[in-house]
């Protein structure tokens, strides 16, 4: 049952990269007659419906054989993020018929897929803290609510590219590019990662967690930073360069770093190739768009996202941290961030009701609304300690 849903999940990656090519290709269609989609568009709606499909057999597959929610780590989540991302992206564009949302929500959802398999895969027990329905509750709804403000970036992503003027310098100009920055850091991690899961790089330090007991600590890339009172056991091993204090997860820290310099190598290859700004190279797919049906399309993404990521991240898990810890709030670095963006994108919608933020403002706020989101998945998750830390497994 693991191996089908792997397998299922395998396919639905597959099927998405190819429904993200015939999106790319409607646009470059040079017999289109309008704007609206057409044949190409309508063939990559189609794959994308059955790679959802498929990754729905992975979620079910592995629900059976994990006995639980397939969403108790940062793999499950991760994976289930993008399924619901791809499953926001379907209804939306049945709605609004915008093939190039296509172009840059499904790149979103592979990268999303691409990441979380470079997390352990296993199937194994709850641990106790996460034995309750409300995980099924309080994860999913959480993630769906997060997938459907993720439209939401995409929408400005393409709001930006084809507004922004890139013959001139500008502050607009210089933060688009380092957006797309961050995006291609992702896909150096997963590159990194894969090559050094490849080479099957393993290093194992002892150490003294933070509760003070001795533990064993397995690293799969060169430990640039290592663990508290850390000592390397696996000979002709990469020292650390640093020792980390018990807050800072180090191993986690060490993906972060290595993320980051694979990242600056791989944008520095794509502007030598490009020989110009990714930002400025994706321009001409957003040549016939229409930018006030983006900016609705952004719009009504967060007006049905934010009260779905309120009830599943705010609302369901405090009702779960009273009956599991005693307290529905407790500072935790994951509730934090949780309250921080909610509050950003309460903000937003009162900008947007009540100051009038339409537009290009509008969509710089839905870019960053995302980088907040994907600051909780990823530094929150693998760098900050807290009581969410089996989250980071």
Known sequence: MVSLSSNLLYTAFILYLIATVFFAGSIKDKNRTNRGPNRWASIGLWISIIGFIAQLGYFITRWIAAGHAPVSNLFEFTTFFGMSLVGAFIILYLIYKTPILGVFTLPVALILIAYASMFPREVSPLIPALQSDWLHIHVTTAAVGQAILAVSFAAGIIYLVKSVDQRKQSKQRFWLEAVMFGLVCTLGFIIISSTFSAMGYKAEFNW??????????????????????????????????????????????????????????????????????????????????????????????????????????????????????????????????????????????????????????????????????????????????????????
């Open 208 to 393: 003294i967690d933070k509760n003070g007991q001795e533990a064993v600590l397995e690293y799969h890339m060169p430990a640039l930073t290592g663990p508290n009172e850390g000592q390397l056991v696996t000979d002709g091993k990469f020292k650390p360069l640093a020792e980390m204090p018990p807050i800072i997860n180090a191993k986690k820290l060490n993906t972060v770093i290595w993320s980051l310099a694979s990242g600056i190598i791989l944008y520095l290859v794509l502007r030598a190739v490009l020989r110009r700004r990714i930002g400025e190279a994706l321009q001409p797919l957003t040549k016939n768009i229409n930018l006030d049906l983006v900016d609705e399309i952004g719009y009504r993404s967060v007006l049905i996202g934010f009260p779905v990521f309120t009830l599943g991240a705010l609302i369901f898990a405090m009702i779960w941290a009273q009956i599991a810890w005693t307290r529905f709030w407790g500072w935790d670095p994951k509730e934090v961030w949780a309250l921080i963006t909610f509050l950003f994108y309460a903000a937003y919608l009162h900008l947007r009701l009540s100051k009038g933020w339409h537009g290009e403002k509008s969509a710089w706020l839905a870019v960053i609304g995302f980088i907040i989101i994907m600051f909780n998945l990823v530094a929150v998750n693998l760098v900050i300690a807290g009581l969410h830390s089996y989250a980071g497994s």
